[in-house]
Structure formats: C-alpha cells, structure tokens
C-alpha cells in the first residue's frame, strides 16, 4: 500500500517544482532584462567582424555583445534566410553594401528615425566623424539605416623591388602603362599581374568592373553598370567590352591556374611573392604583408582609361526591424559612431578604415598603407562611384549573370561585344525594377 | 438466473481469439508508426512542398509574398542551356567515376582474395578513403593541387615531369576531381565487391580448374557471372552516389574553373542558396529527380537486375 510520499510521488512532483521554477525564472523582470541587454549580432569572419564581437565588444559596456561569424557566401544564406523569415535571433547584422538594397527595400531593417520616433529619449547619431563616401550606402528613402563598418575600394597592390628591378620608375596610372608594366614584370618565376576569374566578384567587381569605371563619364547618380533608373548602362558606348579587352590582353602575364583564383587565392600568390601586381578590393588583401615580402609592396589607386572614378564599397552595419532590442541596439550603433570602435578595428588589423581622422592622419597611413589609395583620391581627382548594381534587391543574381557572360568574354568563349550583348538580353529578365 | 449468468465459454474463447487476432494485426502498424509518422514529417512532407513551391515565383530575396504560375518554371527549365550542360556534366562524371572505381574494385577485390601476409592490415587501410568526411578530403585534396604550392606537382617534379594544372585548369579539372572522388569512393565498391567474392562457393573454381581453365578463363567464365549480382548492387550504389556528389567538387573547384565542373549539384546550390530562386531550383531538383530515376530503371533493365532479384529468391 503507498503512503502519500512514495519515491513516485517526489519524483514526480521535484519535477514539476523544476518546471515551474524554470517557467517563473525565464518570465522574471530580472531574466527579461538579462536577456534585454544583450545583443547579438549576425557577423561575418573577416578582421573588423573579430573585432566586432572581441575588443568592441569588451569595450561597450551598455550590454553584452555576442555574434558568430560567417565566411562571405554563408553570411549572405544565413542573413537572407534569417531576416525574410522575421526571425529575431539577431539583433543587428551586418552586411556587404552590395546586398544592402535587399533589407532595405524589404522592410527587415529599421531605420534610426523611427527607433527615436518610437523612444524619444534616444540620441540622435551623426556620421560626421565617418568618411562621407562610406556614409551613402546606409540613406534610403530620406533616413539613416545604419552605419558605415568598412570603406572599400580597389587597390592597386605592386611589388616596388621588381619595379625597381624592371626599370619601370613610374606606377602605372592607365590601362596602357598597366599592361606594359604586366609583360615587363612577367617572367616564369613571377607573373606580371593576377586577375582572379574564379571569383564572381572578385572578377565582375574587382577586375572588370575598376576596367569599367574609367571608361566614361558617369553620371552622379549612376554606378557604370546601371543609372538612377536601372537601366543597364554597361555598354552603351561599348566601354563594357572594351574593359573585357584589357582583361584579355594582360591575362597571359597570368599565373598558372589562374581560371580558378579567388580572393583568397590572390592574397596568397601575391605573399608568396609568384606576381607582381594585382588589382582588387582593399578589404580582401589579406596577409600579403606578413610574408617573406614585407614591406616590399605599394598600394594606390588602380589605373583608369580617360576618367578618374573609382568604386568605393564596403560593408555596413543595421538594427533588425524584428528584434526586440531596437533601443539598445540603437544605442551600441550611437556608441559607435563616437569612434572608438573603429579605433578598435585598427588595432585589430583592419585597414579598409572609414573613420576620416585615420585617414586624414599621416601617422596611421604610415602604418596602415592600404589607406594610402584613399589619400590618393584627392591628389588623382577621383570621384567615388557606389558599388554597381547595389541599387538591385537581387544584386547578387545580376552580378552572376555579369560574371558568367565577362568569364566567357575573358576566356574568348564569346567575343567581347558578344559577351556583353548576352549580358544586356540575359538582364532583361533579371533586373525588377 | 444462474442459466442466464453462465457463460458461453466456446464463443467467449472465439470472441477472444478474434480479438487477440485483432490486435496480433494490428501490432505492427504501430510498431511502424513511430517510423512512419518521423518519415513523412522529414520526408515526404518537405518532398510535397518543394512541389508546390516550384510551381510558385518563390524567392525570399524579394520577401515572402509569391505567386503561383504553374509550369512556368518547368518551361524555363527546358532552355536553361546552362542546366542542361550540367546534366550532361554529371552524367560524364558518374559514368566516368564509377567505371574507373568498379574497375579497380574488383582488381583490389582479386587482389585481396588471396591469403598473404599483411594482407588483413592493408585491407584495413585500404577503407580509410572511405571513412573521411568529404569537406575534408576536398580542402586535403585541394591543397595537394594547387600549381605552385601542392605536394602533387613537387613530386612529380622530383621524377621530371613538368607542372600540372589540376583543378586550376579547365582542360584537367574534371579529371582531377574524377581522380579525388574514384579515390575516396572505390574502397565502397571494394568492400561490397569482396564479401560478395568470399561469399561464392568453391566448387565452380574447383571445377574449372580440374577441367584446366586459366586464370583469365576462370575470372571470365565463372567469377564474373556468379559476382554478377553484387556488382550490379554496387555499381547501382555508386550510380546514385556519384550524381549527386557535391561536397568535394564544390570545395576543390566550386563548380569551376570556367565552368568545367559546374556539375549538377553545385548548379542546383547556386540557384536556390546563392541567387534564392526556390520557385525555379525546386523545378530544377524535381527535374534532376527524374532523370535520376530514369538512369536507374535504364541501369536496372540493362543489367537485368530484377531479374537476378527474382533468381535469388528462387533459389
């Protein structure tokens, strides 16, 4: 017979005493606050992204910071899937500018006039102490979104010892001085210059696209692939194959396997020391000064046909519209913009710098020498253009069908004129407006 | 009253009878159930809903409202040049990889069939290849390639012969990632090749040696037939494998250089998780789908396979 505490009876109701403790612990105002104050964050894996959820992250101290990081082309699944699902797992993200168009146009991001409008107690942000070309990405619609991480463009990377070896005293400015430099400097040893057609960006953006941009005068409002309204611009006086050209006429001062280079692939080659010139993206440079060839490289801007325009991009920072820390996410973004965090991806590696004292301070671009492209820009006259086709929500399918129809132009599968006139009817289908 | 309460033991013993007979049958169904409710909540479900989604314009890139729009995406398929090469692609690679793998499986199988020294220990090696996770033996694999750097092209420079592109060429990437996936997929075939080669009776081998039949005769005429079935089972295996590998091609060459390796299954990535077109890469899998099913019924009616079924059963 069983008494009214059998071991049955305790389990049983331990169990249940657990439960209840673990519902009224997880719905306490203190937990509720616990959880309030931490923001987590939907990162990528690159220097300022360590630096992001590290000394960032120690530094703030208005809630905790955590995140994960995510190699480029997982970060873009995870960020598109995480954010058309309203999910509220993130609380800010961070994204490349040439998806930025996506969270905007499709309501998952919230802009800082309405978290104020929403807690009027919050202060406003300003951006005044960014570089203004890195401030434009995050205005849509006539209010700010979010703020500037990285600003990019692409650099000019050379070897100055072969230069000096090779006799050739002055950097190439043009695509003719480039390509003359490129059959000088190559040998079986070394290769004049890299272009990376395995990438579909590195080569639509970095390779064609700083071809493209010098060909002909873009409109302000315009990126040289699309203008204002969308409509492809890319070819209109023939600059599109013309950039294929002079794709074509530096590849066989190539290095070997040179059709399956990546960013990564790139940097490597250029540490190594097996080529020397190379013209990419600032942000995805990586390790080149921590070989055998230190000190040994320059950096400015890349060469241009008739006009001084060069892309900038780089990466950006937003507030999940589905997050339940809008507030405090807000704040973190408004502590950021007061410096010192982009002070922190400094010391943490990062040289695609966007914070205007750095870059207007001739003792860190002493020590960070991609800026130095940057410094460039008002001595060569250069005008920024945005990243094409950012303006497209589906940005990254237009930038595919550039690169496969480039790829085959490159590789003479088509004709250069060919290759753009697929690109032209391929897009048709593509673009919404 | 005591008429009225006795019980009919006769039909009370039928009536339990049936009703044990009733719950005898009704026992593995659910049993069964636990599996089938699982089955079709990860299986079939998701399988009807990719159906449903390619007959939408599904992309979340442009959020989560859609259409529905019929075949439109079956249609778009049919001109899809570029989908189409990748069938023809991955049709290559299977027939190609799997050919080269059978080979030397039976080879290995002939080989190890013998009773040597070490042999037991070098079997066991021989299933490494096997037991890797396929990302890793892509970046191993990758790393051995590369022009400059990899291990491959310095020991080939140590016996005189000049740099290979590997992977990083679109004239030898195929090839080279054939090469990575017959080696990692042939000690499978093997191990199913040689438990079915140990299997076999003795007295057919006893036979055509007494009747004075070589090597090559006795492998041609008497083990090739009986090993029949289980060659057919491996290759059908390996078959369904290899047209879908992705991992290491993805990793060693994503799908290029220049679209030389741009098979079926890094296609089918890019569509749904790179560019988000659910509506059009669900078309795109349903349509891989079939033509997987049609290369097995081809495989199956070539070989005679149910009929090997069928005889066995007999037996």
């Given at each position: ?7 049955e009876l305790?389990r ?11 519902a009224a612990t ?8 616990w959880?309030?104050?931490?923001l ?5 894996n ?12 120690k ?14 082309e ?8 995480e954010?058309?699902?309203?999910s509220?797992?993130f609380?800010?993200?961070?994204t490349d ?8 146009r499709?309501?998952w991001a ?5 978290i104020?409008?929403?807690d009027a107690?919050?202060?406003e942000?300003s951006?005044?102490k960014?570089?203004p070309?890195?401030?434009?990405y995050?205005?849509?619609d006539?209010k ?5 991480l ?13 230069f ?10 043009n695509?003719?001085?480039?390509r ?14 890299v272009l990376l057609l ?6 639509m ?5 700083s071809?493209?941009?010098g060909m002909?005068?873009i409109a302000?409002?315009?990126?040289g692939?699309?203008?204002?309204n ?10 599109g194959a013309?950039?294929?050209?002079r794709?074509?006429e530096v590849?066989?001062?190539t ?5 399956g280079?990546d960013?990564?692939?790139?940097s ?16 995805v ?10 000190g040994?490289?320059?950096?400015t801007v ?5 006009f ?7 990466w950006?920072i937003?507030?999940n519209?589905a997050?339940?820390?809008?507030a405090e996410?807000?704040k ?6 007061e410096?010192q965090a982009?002070e922190l991806f ?5 040289s695609?710098?966007?914070l205007q ?6 003792e860190?671009v002493?020590k960070?020498?991609m800026?130095?492209?940057f410094r460039d820009f008002?001595?060569?006259?250069t005008?920024?253009?945005s ?12 930038q595919r069908v550039?690169y496969?129809?480039?790829l085959?132009?490159v590789n003479?599968?088509?004709?250069p004129?060919q290759?753009?006139e697929?690109?032209e009817?391929?897009?048709a289908?593509?673009?919404?407006t | 009253m005591?008429k009225s ?7 009370l ?5 049936k ?5 005898e049958?009704?026992?593995?169904t659910?049993l069964l159930?636990?599996t089938?409710i699982?089955?079709?909540i990860?299986g079939?479900y998701?399988l009807?809903h990719?159906?449903y989604i390619s007959?939408?314009n599904y992309?979340?890139?442009?959020g ?10 079956y ?7 570029q ?5 023809g692609?991955?049709?290559a690679?299977?027939?190609?990889s799997?050919?080269?793998s059978?080979?030397l499986?039976?080879l290995?199988?002939l ?5 040597r020294f070490?042999?037991v220990?070098?079997?066991?090696f021989?299933?490494i290849p096997m037991?890797i996770?396929?990302?890793a033996?892509g970046?191993t694999?990758?790393?051995m ?7 491959l092209?310095y020991?080939?420079s140590?016996i005189?012969v000049s740099h ?7 004239s ?5 990632v054939?090469l990575?996936?017959?080696w990692q997929?042939?000690p ?5 090749i040689?438990?079915g ?8 081998f006893?036979a055509?040696?007494i009747?004075?039949?070589g ?6 005429n008497?083990?090739l037939p ?6 057919v089972i491996a290759t059908?295996?390996?078959v369904?494998d ?8 993805y990793?060693?060459?994503?799908g290029?250089?220049d679209?030389a390796?741009d098979l ?5 990535q890019?569509v ?12 795109l899998s ?10 097995v019924l ?9 009929k090997l079924?069928a ?5």
């Amino acid at each position: 017979m069983h008494g009214h505490f059998t071991p049955e009876l305790k389990r049983r109701t331990l169990l249940k005493m657990l439960a209840i403790g673990a519902a009224a612990t997880t719905l306490s105002p203190a937990t509720r606050a616990w959880a309030a104050s931490t923001l987590n964050i939907l990162n990528s894996n690159t220097a300022w992204a360590g630096a992001l959820t590290g000394g960032v992250a120690k530094a703030y101290t208005g809630a905790q910071i955590t995140g994960e990081g995510n190699p480029y082309e997982a970060h873009y699944e995870k960020l598109l899937i995480e954010l058309s699902q309203g999910s509220s797992t993130f609380d800010i993200f961070t994204t490349d500018n040439l998806w930025i168009r996506q969270p905007l146009r499709n309501g998952w991001a919230s802009a800082f006039e309405d978290i104020r409008a929403e807690d009027a107690s919050l202060p406003e942000i300003s951006v005044g102490k960014l570089a203004p070309a890195s401030t434009t990405y995050t205005e849509y619609d006539g209010k700010r979104w979010g703020l500037p991480l990285v600003m990019t463009t692409p650099v000019f990377v050379y070897r100055k010892d072969l230069f000096e070896k090779a006799g050739i005293t002055k950097v190439p400015t043009n695509w003719d001085e480039y390509r003359d430099a490129a059959e000088k400097l190559h040998s079986d040893d070394v290769a004049g210059n890299v272009l990376l057609l395995g990438g579909q960006d590195a080569h639509m953006s970095g390779d064609w696209g700083s071809r493209l941009m010098g060909m002909t005068k873009i409109a302000p409002n315009d990126d040289g692939v699309l203008d204002e309204n969308n409509k492809v611009v890319f070819n209109s006086e023939g600059q599109g194959a013309r950039a294929i050209e002079r794709l074509r006429e530096v590849l066989p001062f190539t290095p070997k396997g040179v059709e399956g280079f990546d960013y990564a692939e790139g940097s490597s080659i250029m540490q190594q020391g097996k080529a020397a010139m190379m013209i990419t993206w600032s942000d995805v440079i990586v390790g080149i000064e921590d070989g055998p060839f230190k000190g040994k490289f320059g950096y400015t801007v890349s060469p241009t046909e008739k006009f001084e325009q060069q892309m900038v991009g780089g990466w950006s920072i937003l507030i999940n519209a589905a997050s339940e820390n809008k507030a405090e996410a807000y704040k973190f973004l408004k502590w950021m913009s007061e410096g010192q965090a982009y002070e922190l991806f400094r010391e943490n590696g990062e040289s695609s710098l966007c914070l205007q004292a750095d870059i207007d301070n001739p003792e860190i671009v002493a020590k960070v020498p991609m800026l130095q492209a940057f410094r460039d820009f008002p001595a060569r006259g250069t005008t920024p253009v945005s990243i094409p086709p950012y303006r497209l929500t589906n940005a990254v399918e237009v930038q595919r069908v550039l690169y496969e129809n480039i790829l085959a132009g490159v590789n003479g599968r088509k004709t250069p004129q060919q290759a753009m006139e697929d690109a032209e009817a391929a897009l048709a289908s593509v673009i919404r407006t | 009253m005591a008429k009225s309460g006795t019980i009919n033991a006769p039909a009370l013993q039928l009536g339990a009878t049936k009703a044990v007979r009733a719950g005898e049958k009704s026992v593995p169904t659910l049993l069964l159930a636990p599996t089938m409710i699982i089955m079709t909540i990860v299986g079939l479900y998701p399988l009807l809903h990719s159906l449903y989604i390619s007959l939408t314009n599904y992309n979340p890139t442009f959020g989560t409202s859609y259409s529905f729009i019929g075949f439109a995406n079956y249609a778009r398929a049919f001109g899809d040049g570029q989908f189409w090469y990748s069938v023809g692609l991955t049709l290559a690679f299977t027939a190609i990889s799997v050919a080269l793998s059978l080979t030397l499986a039976v080879l290995l199988a002939l080989l190890f069939n013998q009773y040597r020294f070490g042999f037991v220990v070098l079997r066991t090696f021989l299933l490494i290849p096997m037991l890797i996770t396929p990302i890793a033996v892509g970046i191993t694999w990758r790393t051995m390639m590369m022009p400059d750097l990899g291990v491959l092209n310095y020991l080939l420079s140590l016996i005189g012969v000049s740099h290979l592109s590997w992977a990083s060429s679109p004239s030898s990437a195929l090839a080279s990632v054939i090469l990575v996936d017959v080696w990692q997929w042939t000690p499978f075939m093997f191990i199913i090749i040689f438990a079915g080669l140990r299997s076999l009776p003795k007295s057919p081998f006893e036979a055509a040696a007494i009747d004075g039949a070589g090597h090559l005769a006795t492998f041609m005429n008497v083990t090739l037939p009986m090993l029949k079935p289980v060659i057919v089972i491996a290759t059908l295996l390996r078959v369904v494998d290899a047209f879908r590998t992705y991992d290491t091609v993805y990793i060693i060459t994503r799908g290029g250089p220049d679209f030389a390796t741009d098979l079926l299954s890094v296609y089918l990535q890019r569509v749904n998780f790179r560019i988000f077109d659910l509506g059009y890469g669900s078309a795109l899998s349903w349509i891989a789908l079939v033509i997987v099913l049609v290369v097995v019924l081809v495989f199956v009616n070539l070989t005679g396979f149910l009929k090997l079924v069928a005889d066995k059963e007999n037996r």
